[in-house]
């Protein structure tokens, strides 16, 4: 029991950032969950490790409050439907949004963990 | 909304799946085997379940999905144990129908404004003694209510209405009979804000006018059908015609209760014209006028006034609000009964709460398994609590839901019986403030008795409740410290209402065996009222009372009869007592106590009052005989002290002084009566009787005792009269132990429900114990199958059982008595004749208590010492 992280505290880890990663990854252009995965964990070199627990329920969370969209459409290469999400209005601005938010953050926290470099 | 949720299912399951094959495929290509590649696959993906809660979580409305999982599975649990389901939910049904059939009498006399326009603005003003400011208050004058009518800013409206006014005949609408028609002020409903349901009500106009009248609903209805060309018609109060303009709509009540119509007082009528009138002066505040300030600018004018009679020495006016002196005057003690008695069913409801706290804790012992197996499948914590507080829930709304219905019966007993006389406005009902009061009861008593089992529960330690079998699991110490705890609180709690409800018995039972001075038994009053102008002068009254005398004491069931002008345990004071050489009395409540009432000749022997001095009255003390009086003992104790009254001479100087001194031939025994301002207690009031030739009233009762219990001589009586004067209205016939029985009818509901509350209070508390001992015997039988089969003797057990319930039900009667004593200060003023403290009450209850519970105890200590060793051994 102990062993499972409480999900409380998962969401709170990932949740701001997850949504911001996921839909900068859709602003390259519709994708499915597993290659949003895939994706965020290449491009990082394997350093985020998405969990499937945390990327599905994100992704239905973003879908509900509008920012993506889903289509289920067949994959190019392969022959069969994947659930494709895409990026919608809504989830553009909200992607400048957080990135504003993070650009923000990351300064401030640089601030004070560097405050030489600042000098 | 299902297949929506359906096919939302089914998408996720096949994005995952896609997930899981493309993972797969991914690393099958990186060189695994297919099946290594499937269960890497698999693991990457984790617990598939999870995340499919979790996201659900996400599509919203989730929770009512999963509320509707957590009820069915409750639902299941419940009908797997129909006793335990049972015992709750009539325990629920009956906690929360109590406190809400209580409520509902709460929400009327307490909470719920008055059915009026603005009736946070509406006072009345009373006039209340300096020197005794707790005295109740007394009516103010006709020209008190011209002065701040004339003189306050405080007010919006003003408007005088008494009930200090006598009954008027009516005639010309069926049979003469005597009505009661309140004088009311041209600006009383415009105050109320109310509208007739009618015609209209009283306006500027009719000042002018002759008498014009507003009907009550009930009396339009009885007296003319209802129909709607009463408005115009002309109705004959005491031979006045006073012409219909409304009728008011069926829900509009004032106080009193017996006013059938309303007279518009006029400049020509005989209130106005006697500015010393006693009115009630009732008010509509200004907008944003506080009370405190309406009432200082009414001190001031009153000092100012020139013309006052008492010129502000004695009395001054004070305001209270309007719903608060409804209750007050409907009953001084209702408002209190009625806190006392809410305060006593929560006390019910919260043992029942603690008993079903304690069952749950009970079966969470025995569920420890089940929840253990749930955890381990992933079941967070907080799911598990709210399954278990979802169970909570199912069964609190269950029972508050039988408990609606249960109060829905007690109210609508309660208004077909009407055992005791309720203010006017709201009528008691199960309305819509009181069910949101019930639903909010039914999410607290949930949350009062699910959260702590809930919570012990959830805190299973996995292993150790999974290795456990069922029967050795015992709940862990704390578990059963928790359940004793609240037993000693549910035994305190009910000894606490059992010590209430045992001294409001006794205060009832006290105050209705003392002697009132006059056996009541097959003792029968009617009210007879002579029309006053036809019976205008005293000797006319004089010789239709003697003739309607003459012929009662010739009927054969009529052993003894009389004629008074109140009724024993009636008389009230109300005035000065002068006695001729001695200064008149200063002005205060306590000189205003002599009560003046005129008796035929034979009255004190009808009644059965002894004569202890002197002689009775005679027939020859007639109108042209000198002024004789008999006086009571309590006359004598207070104004005669050591002094002989025979042959002194008194008089009442209000309200007329010029009336003859009065010789005092005779001392009779006294009759103890109502005292309206402290209905706990029978009052001795100071009385000067005088013969009825010398004073005829123009309303007397007509009392007699019949030779059986029957009321039937009254008819033969009401004949009899009627061919004397057919004009002459008879009122209600009543026996004087119905009308004693009236006057302790609030304390008598309050003993009686009260008791009510502690008798289910003390079942649900041996309920309580009995469960706690039972799983206590639970919990050893196989030690004791054990021990047994070693030689040990059954009375091991149960002494150990019948020790264990003992120490509980000693433990919750020492708490009990100190919050009974801690708590029955509050309801002194409803005790007559025994102290809060009573030691005997307060041993009484306890033993009361005490046996129940050995009972309780005794029973299960018997089953528990039929234990066969083998059984308890095959348990294993």
Same mark, same amino acid.
């Given at each position: ?7 409380a505290?998962r ?7 997850? &949504?911001m ?23 990082? &070199? &394997? ?5 499937h627990?945390s ?21 190019? &290469? ?8 895409r ?18 953050m ?9 405050p030489a470099?600042?000098? | ?5 359906r ?6 399951d096949r ?8 993972e *797969? ?11 290594e590649?499937? !269960?890497?696959?698999?693991r ?17 409305g989730?929770?009512?999905d999963r ?8 639902a ?16 629920l049904?009956?906690?929360i ?12 006399v ?8 603005? #009736? ?65 002020g ?6 109320l804000? =109310? ?6 009500t009283?306006?500027?106009?009719d000042?002018? %006018? ?12 009885d ?11 002309h ?23 017996? %006013?059938?119509?309303?007279t518009?007082i ?15 002066v ?23 006034? #020139?013309?006052n ?5 004695h =009395? ?11 209750? !007050?005057?409907t ?17 019910? @409801?919260?043992?029942?709460? @603690?008993?079903?706290a ?5 079966k969470s012992?025995a ?8 955890? *381990? ?9 709210r ?15 039988l ?6 019966? %007690?109210?609508? !007993?309660f208004r ?12 008691v ?31 299973v ?26 037993v ?14 045992g ?12 002697p ?5 038994d ?5 009210p007879?009222? @002579? ?11 004089a ?30 004071g ?23 009432v005129s008796?035929s000749s034979?009255y ?9 001095v ?16 008999? =006086?009571?003992? %309590? ?6 002290a050591?002094?002989?009254?025979i ?11 010029d009336?003859p ?13 109502e ?25 007397v ?23 004397l ?5 008879i ?5 004087l ?11 008598? @509901?309050?003993? =009686?429900?009260?008791?009510?509350? *502690? ?45 264990e319930?003992?120490l509980l ?22 005790l007559y ?44």
């Open positions: 029991m102990s062993s499972v992280p409480k999900k505290e969401i709170e880890l990932l949740q701001g950032t997850l &949504d990663l996921i839909l900068r990854t859709l602003l390259l252009g519709p994708s499915h969950g597993h290659q949003i995965g895939k994706h965020i964990q290449r491009t990082t &070199d &394997d350093l985020l490790q998405v969990q627990g990327l599905y329920p994100a992704l239905h969370r973003l879908e509900r409050k509008g920012w993506i969209a889903s289509k289920w459409e067949t994959a190019p &290469d392969r022959n069969r439907e994947f659930k494709y999400y990026l919608t209005a809504a989830g553009r601005k909200r992607l400048l949004k957080e990135e504003s938010k993070w650009k923000q990351a300064r401030a926290v640089a601030q004070i963990m560097w470099e600042e000098g | 909304m299902r297949w929506w949720r096919k939302h299912e089914e998408e996720l994005e995952l799946r896609s997930d899981l094959e493309l *797969a495929a991914e690393r099958a290509e990186s060189g695994l085997s297919p099946e590649a499937q !269960y890497a696959a698999k990457a993906l984790g617990n598939a379940g999870l995340i499919r809660e979790d996201v659900r979580e996400m599509w919203g989730a929770w009512l509320f509707r999982q957590d009820v069915s599975y409750a299941r649990a419940f009908t797997r144990t129909p006793g335990f389901t049972t015992v709750v939910i009539l325990t049904a009956l906690g129908g109590a406190t809400t059939a209580m409520f509902s009498v709460v929400n009327a307490l909470l719920h404004p008055l059915p009026f326009r603005n #009736p946070d603005r509406l006072v009345v003003i009373w006039e209340r003694f300096i020197s005794n400011p707790n005295s109740p208050p007394v009516f103010d004058s006709y020209r008190d209510f011209e002065n701040w009518k004339s003189g306050s800013q405080s007010f919006e409206r003003l408007a005088p209405a008494t009930w200090k006014a006598e009954g008027q005949i009516l005639t010309g609408a069926g049979p003469a009979r005597e009505v009661f028609a309140m004088p009311v041209v600006d009383f409903f415009s105050l804000g =109310v509208a007739p349901e009618l015609g209209r009283f306006q500027p106009d000042l002018r %006018a002759g008498c014009t009248v507003v009907l009550k609903h009930s009396f339009w209805i007296t003319f059908g209802g129909q709607t060309g009463v408005l115009g018609r109705i004959e109060l005491n031979q006045n015609a006073c012409s219909v303009v409304g009728v008011m709509p069926p829900e509009f009540a004032f106080y009193p209760d017996a %006013a059938a119509l309303w518009l006029t400049p020509v009528s005989d209130i106005a014209r006697d500015p010393k009138s006693a009115v009630g009732f008010a509509l505040l200004k907008p944003g006028v506080s009370i405190q300030r309406a009432q200082q600018e009414v001190q001031a004018l009153y000092r100012n006034s #020139p013309s009679d008492m010129g502000g020495i =009395v001054k006016p004070a305001i209270y609000p309007l719903a608060e002196q409804f209750a !007050y005057l009953g001084p003690t209702l408002r209190l009964s009625v806190m006392v008695l809410f305060g006593a069913v929560s006390f019910v @409801l919260l043992i029942g709460c @603690l008993n079903i304690n069952l749950l804790l009970g012992v569920r420890q398994k089940e929840l253990a197996v749930r955890a *381990a499948l992933g079941s967070g914590r907080a799911r598990l609590i399954q278990l507080l979802t169970e909570a829930l199912l069964l609190s709304v269950t029972g508050a839901a408990g609606i219905l249960l109060a829905l019966t %007690a109210v609508h !007993y077909t019986l009407n055992p005791i006389p309720m203010p006017p406005g709201n009528p009902s199960v309305n819509l403030p009181v069910l949101a009061f019930t639903a909010s009861l039914a999410v607290l008593t949930a949350l009062l008795f699910g959260l702590v089992p809930a919570w012990k529960a959830s805190r330690d996995l292993t150790d409740a999974l290795r456990a079998t069922a029967h050795t699991a015992s709940g862990g110490l704390a578990a059963r410290t928790l359940r004793r705890v609240l000693v609180a549910e035994v305190a709690l009910s000894l606490a209402l059992l010590v209430g409800a001294l409001l018995i006794q205060s009832v039972e006290r105050l209705a065996s003392v009132l001075g006059f056996p009541t097959r003792m029968i009053a009617m007879i009222t @002579l029309p006053k102008w036809a019976y205008a002068a005293e000797n006319q009254r010789r239709f009372y003697r003739a309607a005398l003459d012929r009662t004491a010739l009927l054969p069931d009529v052993a003894s009869s009389a004629f008074a002008s109140s009724l024993p345990a009636n008389h009230f109300g005035s000065l007592l002068a006695i001729e050489g001695k200064p008149v009395p200063t002005l205060s409540p306590a000189a205003l106590d002599v009560g003046q008796v034979g004190f022997r009808a009644l059965g009052v002894p004569i202890l002197g002689r009775a009255f005679e027939d020859s003390d007639g109108e042209k005989s000198p002024a004789v009086a008999i =006086v009571n003992q %309590a006359l004598v104790r207070e104004y005669f050591n002094e002989n009254p042959g002194r001479r008194i008089k009442l100087p209000q309200p007329k002084t009336r001194w009065l010789t005092i031939v005779g001392v009779v025994a006294d009759e103890k009566g005292d309206f301002f402290h209905p706990m207690s029978w009052k001795e009031t100071p009385a000067v009787f005088r013969p009825v030739d010398q004073d005829p009233p123009s309303r009762y007509l009392v007699f005792r019949a030779l059986t219990g029957s009321t039937a001589p009254a008819a033969t009586i009401q004949k009899q009269i009627a061919t004067d057919n004009n002459v209205p009122g209600d016939v009543q026996t132990n119905e009308d004693i029985s009236r006057k302790l009818s609030y304390p008598h @509901l309050r003993a =009686v429900i009260l008791a009510a509350f *502690a008798g289910l209070a003390l079942l649900l508390a041996a309920i309580g114990l009995y469960a706690v001992l039972s799983q206590l015997i639970a919990q050893r039988t196989r030690e004791f199958g054990v021990r047994m089969a070693l030689g040990a003797q059954r009375s091991g057990l149960l002494k150990l059982v019948i020790r319930g003992m039900t000693f433990a919750g009667i020492a708490a009990g008595l100190i919050i009974a004593l801690s708590l029955t200060g509050l309801i002194g003023s409803l004749d025994v102290k809060a403290t009573d030691p005997w009450t307060l041993a009484g209850v306890s033993l009361l208590l005490a046996l129940v519970t050995l009972l309780a105890t005794y029973i299960l200590a018997r089953r528990a010492s039929r234990v066969d060793p083998m059984v308890a051994l095959k348990y294993e």
